[in-house]
């Protein structure tokens, strides 16, 4: 006769099954970005009938992770009708409605744009000095359209909240707000009054990327590479010092200037490999610019094993004008 444990049996009857052991073990595995085995642990305790909060959530915190972002928000749903005062809960459920927004046509775009907004509000209505979700909050209010419930202004005011908080943090807001807004004057204005900003990637990076997009390339190669000589510790200081590289990259591309910059900056981005989405794009910028200098032979060392693996029909259909 099979043995049927005590938690199996709670889990049919709907009930908590969610031991303190449970928890540790699944937090242990988000501590060392092992979702996977976190979903796996998660997966035989969850079902129709579950009615643990925890178990749901958990489970859809790791789907998120993971990139299903139709699980994860399914799940979510189900934990916050359970838990509805959970601001963690609320955070996770509206990264997994943003998540699907992006993913999502854009006549039902909009109706996940909004669980998004209102989780997150709900999130910081929770816990009012919650940093993570009052980044989250302002950050939605300023790159959603109106319709969907953006408000600069509203960035704004979360972003002076926040940085009662975490300077820096509130700080790099306001400076994403202006920039988007189009506000130079005060960004600059910003950026000079801040110790804090002028040393940090982000600043220069946003300065270059409003350079490039009208087309005033050669000042932005020179942002790029300002940001990119930022030396920083935390992970969002990284990402932004990376992405510096490839948009400088980019620039001298687009540009048709500064070859040897672009192909040491982007040379510097590959060889680091912390940001894989940008790979495959990052090889063909460094391939267009080895042709720039005439150095054929090692443009096609990239471009013939990147069109036999690549999936990505805009790349291939780059690399064929080329070869």
């Known amino acids: 006769m099979k043995r049927v444990t005590y938690a199996a049996l709670l889990v049919s009857l709907g009930l908590n099954a969610a031991p303190a052991d449970l928890q540790q073990q699944v937090s242990d595995l988000w501590q060392h970005q092992d979702f996977a085995a976190a979903k796996n642990l998660l997966a035989d305790q969850v079902n129709r009938k579950t009615t643990d909060a925890w178990l749901l959530a958990a489970l859809g915190r790791s789907e998120l992770e993971l990139g299903q972002a139709d699980a994860a928000e399914e799940l979510l749903a189900r934990a916050i009708k359970i838990d509805a005062d959970n601001a963690r809960y609320q955070f996770w459920f509206g990264r997994a409605s ?61 972003a002076a909240r926040l940085e009662h908080y975490d300077p820096l943090q509130g700080q790099l807001l306001q400076l ?42 050669p000042a932005a190669i020179a942002e790029f590479s300002k940001a990119s000589a930022q030396n920083v510790d935390d992970e969002d200081g990284k990402r932004n010092r990376l992405l510096a590289l490839y948009q400088l990259g980019r620039a001298s591309v687009l540009g048709k200037t500064h070859y040897q910059q672009g192909i040491t900056a982007l040379n510097e981005f590959l060889a680091d490999g912390s940001l894989p989405d940008f790979n495959e794009w990052a090889q063909l910028r460094l391939s267009q610019l080895y042709l720039a200098r005439e150095q054929r032979q090692q443009a096609e060392a990239i471009l013939v094993p990147l069109l036999a693996r690549s999936q990505d029909d805009n790349l291939k259909s780059e690399i064929k004008k080329i070869l």
């Open 176 to 217: 994403e707000v202006l920039f988007s807004a189009e506000d130079t004057a005060a960004a600059e204005q910003l950026i000079n009054s801040s110790a804090l900003l002028q040393s940090r990637p982000e600043p220069y990076f946003m300065r270059g990327i409003q350079l490039a997009q009208s087309r005033d390339y």
């Open 98 to 158: 943003c998540d699907r927004a992006q993913q999502a046509s854009m006549f039902s775009a909009l109706g996940y744009a909004k669980r998004c907004r209102q989780a997150f509000e709900q999130a910081v209505a929770l816990a009012p000095t919650d940093t993570g979700y009052l980044k989250a909050l302002g950050k939605y209010y300023a790159q959603a359209p109106g319709i969907a419930g953006g408000d600069k202004e509203q960035a704004l005011t979360v």
